[in-house]
């Protein structure tokens, strides 16, 4: 098996999809948008200094998802694909993952954020193996937990040894822009940085690890 491992959010997209999908129910006003906006940065702010507890987050993102149908949430959530996401998708993004189905390789969507935000955004991409951090739905109902392990830092390896159950990987690519993703990088033959932040460029500079802007 030869795979490719990409990363969402800052990465494939110009945006963080777990941030402005809580930016988005403050505009459409379906939350309290001054607690809800003060949570929402607080966490985004964690995350980006490496610092971010997976499991509080999910839960405060999954909050909103248990007052919900499943058909409100997907007609919400194709809402928040048309004014919020499908901007923010980079052409470079699809351009690398075209060339990785051209080689025959397996593909991976590999994201901390919620399967529900963002399985239909990878699927858009044309990704359809997504390990994510899983919202726990029981009797067709999200309950709010997170399901099984979160899919955050060390985290990512272990979903996806999971993933593999024993197969073996010949050969590895992975794609991230975030210092939480240097584990992934880490563990792949072919680490590629795209528009990292500052102490992924850092530690990319040191490693030589290629680093590429997705961006323009």
């Given amino acids: 098996m030869k795979l490719?491992?990409?990363?969402l959010d800052h990465t494939l997209l110009n945006t963080d999809s777990d941030h402005?999908?809580?930016e988005f129910l403050v505009n459409e006003g379906l939350v309290d948008p001054v607690h809800h906006r003060q949570m929402n940065d607080k966490f985004y702010e964690d995350y980006k200094a490496g610092q971010l507890d997976p499991i509080a987050y999910n839960e405060f993102v999954f909050e909103f998802l248990t007052q919900h149908d499943n058909e409100y949430l997907t007609e919400l959530h194709q809402l928040f694909m048309e004014k919020i996401i499908r901007p923010q998708m980079r052409a470079k993004g699809f351009t690398a993952i075209q060339k990785h189905k051209d080689a025959g390789h397996d593909i991976i969507g590999i994201t901390a954020t919620?399967?529900?935000?963002?399985?239909p955004i990878f699927r858009e991409f044309g990704i359809t193996e997504i390990i994510a951090t899983n919202a726990e739905i029981k009797e067709g109902k999200y309950t709010g937990k997170v399901a099984g392990l979160a899919c955050y830092q060390k985290g990512k390896l272990a979903r996806l040894?999971?993933?593999l159950n024993g197969r073996d990987v010949s050969?590895?690519?992975a794609y991230s822009d975030s210092i939480n993703d240097r584990f992934l990088l880490e563990y792949a033959d072919h680490p590629i940085v795209v528009c990292p932040d500052e102490?992924?460029?850092e530690l990319a500079k040191a490693q030589n690890w290629p680093i590429e802007d997705w961006s323009i």
């Fill in 4 to 7: 490719a491992l990409f990363d």
């Fill in 20 to 22: 402005s999908w809580g």
């Fill in 114 to 119: 919620s399967d529900f935000i963002t399985a």
């Fill in 161 to 163: 040894e999971q993933w």
């Fill in 171 to 173: 050969e590895s690519w």
């Fill in 199 to 201: 102490r992924l460029e």
